[in-house]
């Protein structure tokens, strides 16, 4: 008899249903059964990942689950929702349940002897701790594993190159990498390595076909615009104050070994097109490109061949919002160096 106690297990949506029918054909490919899932927030990614974990268990009970997250709470959700479908899934390092799920950072214990050690030809399993070495040759040794990458767009920027090495060890393992981000939004390197551990998107829905369905209440994001408060102008009027200081320091003839404006065109005017294309540079690193743009705006460098200026390119970045846990998003505006910054802040 059920346990009164335990929640019910829902039905599955429309959307997880699609989503577990394309990671079974992905899985179904004998040489590369790996997968990549884009789903919004909200629309159910650990029960994919958990309902996929549990059809592999009942066609192979040898099999050892992985889930990686990118923190300790998500990684208790996953526990918590696994344990209510019935799962036997723990966090214990052994491997010794069905499932384990763990964090990303359990894994890249780094050696304080190694850590400083950059060499592009030392593996990153090299530089781990003999705690992360012992759980990476665990994972490595199961001979029948599947391995869910929950939010693996957080794992690129820090943990690329370990991830990378960690699939290339594992071999035949399943692998289903889960994230909300679009794919657009990851800049030139991520969306590369993405490709390369994953390959194509194997499904991915919308946020409206999730409200569609009737599974994410409709919204709209909204921003409420105000002045800073004293404490907010008095911490912009510090912080310009420092920004003009490093721009003028950086900008004096004499300081560094190459002058700043000089640097700027050896690194995004010469090399184009010598050595690349502008529209290659741009994929690799967007955001300096813009940066770049903003700087032949302001008469401070050479166009690059094949760029083109856009609106966006003609006044300051405005601030990403989102990001960070900071309830104030500023940005300043600086007509020129002697002109006192004009603060545009949001809350929301």
């Known amino acids: 008899m059920p346990d009164p106690d335990t929640p019910a297990v829902p039905p599955l949506r429309i959307h997880q249903r699609e989503a577990l029918e394309a ?3 992905a899985w179904d490919d004998a040489d590369h059964p790996r997968a990549w899932v ?3 927030p909200g629309a159910g990614k650990t029960r994919v990942g958990l309902e996929a974990v549990a059809g592999e268990l009942r066609a192979h009970p040898d099999t050892r689950a992985v889930v990686l997250a ?3 709470a998500i990684q208790s959700q996953w526990i918590a929702e696994a344990r209510t479908m019935g799962l036997d899934a723990s966090d214990d390092r052994s491997l010794a349940s069905p499932l384990t799920c763990l964090t990303y950072q359990s894994l890249a214990v780094f050696d304080s002897e190694a850590a400083d050690d950059d060499d592009s030809t030392t593996t990153v399993v090299d530089r781990l701790h003999p705690n992360g070495v012992a759980l990476f040759d665990r994972i490595r040794a199961q001979p029948r594993l599947v391995l869910v990458l929950d939010e693996c767009h957080h794992l690129l920027e820090v943990w690329g190159r370990l991830l990378a090495e960690l699939l290339d060890a594992v071999g035949r393992a399943h692998v289903l990498a889960l994230t909300a981000t679009p794919p657009e939004s990851l800049a030139g390197a991520q969306r590369a390595l993405v490709d390369q551990l994953f390959g194509s998107i ?3 829905v919308s946020v409206p076909a999730v409200v569609k369905e009737g599974h994410l209440a409709p919204f709209d994001e909204l921003v409420w615009l105000t002045t800073p408060t ?8 510090s912080e310009a104050l420092r920004f003009t200081e490093l721009t003028t320091l950086l900008t004096t003839p ?3 070994s190459v002058g700043f404006y000089a ?3 050896t690194r995004f005017v010469e090399p184009v097109p010598a050595t690349t294309t502008w529209a290659a540079l741009a994929e690799r690193e967007p955001d300096l490109c813009d940066a770049a743009l903003r700087m032949h705006h302001a008469g401070l460098l050479d166009l690059p061949v094949g760029a083109r200026l856009r609106e966006e390119h003609r006044h300051a970045p405005w601030p990403r919002t ?5 309830a104030t998003g500023c940005s300043t505006t600086s007509p020129s160096p002697t002109t006192r910054p004009t603060p545009r802040c949001s809350r929301w």
């Open 322 to 326: 989102g990001s960070g846990s900071s």
């Open 202 to 204: 194997r499904y991915r």
């Open 263 to 265: 640097w700027l065109t």
């Open 230 to 237: 004293p404490p907010e102008e008095d911490w912009l009027t």
């Open 254 to 256: 004499g300081f560094g």
């Open 70 to 72: 990118p923190n300790t």
């Open 38 to 40: 884009v789903l919004p």
């Open 23 to 25: 990671l079974a054909r």
